[in-house]
């Protein structure tokens, strides 16, 4: 099972929207509304933002949406703060019962 | 609060075998699927293995598929991760994530597995 495709980076002034892509296959993301994003902050374990495509758990801020159109994911950050600044990871369930992350993306705050 | 929290890691010789524990809390730990997620240093996140609440089906990545081993015990909301076959690819930050339907919603503070001679 291969890894899910994220850019590297994205970057954005404070105050911007910016948003971040993820791309699988017809196996996992394109089959399934099982789409979840995780936030990561250096030397700490991933934090939920986004399950199943597009909602929330309660305590995370409205400025992240999810979407998906057919094999690709998408996670949007709006009204960018500096405290965005970490790692960002995708992830799907497979056809076969597993699941699947994304290759992370690095979101710098200019 | 829910929590989890491994255990077991450490250094192992290239070829060698280790057991990850993962204890839980807060919850009802019987009626949650649990997954072993790894981080290489520096790396992303790659899923390890999952399994069942009541332990009667495992999942694993395919690049631990027949070295790895998971299992649970209800009884005492313990999770093991039996690792074998050891390769300095698997070096990483091992987590134990509790499995809320399609995704994690908790995760532990991880445990290193560092694999070299």
């Known amino acids: 099972q291969s890894a899910l495709t994220q850019p590297a980076s994205v970057s954005g002034s404070p105050g911007q929207s910016i948003t971040i892509s993820c791309t699988g296959t017809?196996?996992?993301?394109?089959?399934?509304?099982?789409v979840s994003w995780y936030q990561q902050t250096p030397g700490k374990a991933p934090k939920l933002i986004i399950y199943e495509v597009s909602d929330r758990p309660s305590g995370v801020s409205d400025r992240f949406s999810g979407s998906k159109s057919g094999n690709t994911a998408s996670l949007t950050i709006s009204g960018l703060q500096a405290e965005d600044e970490a790692d960002y990871y995708c992830n799907s369930y497979t056809n076969r019962g597993t699941r699947v992350f994304g290759t992370g993306t690095k979101v710098t705050v200019l | 609060e829910v929590q989890l929290v491994e255990s077991g890691g450490g250094l192992v010789q290239p070829g060698g075998s280790l057991r990850l524990s993962c204890v839980a809390s807060?919850?009802?730990?019987?009626?949650?699927?649990i997954q072993w997620v790894r981080q290489a240093p520096g790396k992303g996140l790659e899923y390890v293995s999952a399994i069942s609440d009541n332990g009667d089906r495992a999942l694993y990545g395919d690049s631990v598929k027949g070295r790895f081993t998971t299992s649970r015990d209800n009884s005492k909301n313990m999770v093991y991760l039996q690792m074998g076959s050891l390769r300095p690819e698997d070096t990483a930050v091992y987590y134990c994530?509790?499995?809320?339907?399609?995704?994690?919603?908790?995760w532990g503070q991880g445990t290193l597995v560092t694999v070299s001679s």
């Open positions: 994530a509790r499995e809320a339907d399609w995704y994690v919603d908790h």
């Open positions: 017809s196996s996992d993301i394109g089959g399934y509304n099982y």
């Open positions: 807060g919850f009802s730990f019987q009626f949650y699927a």
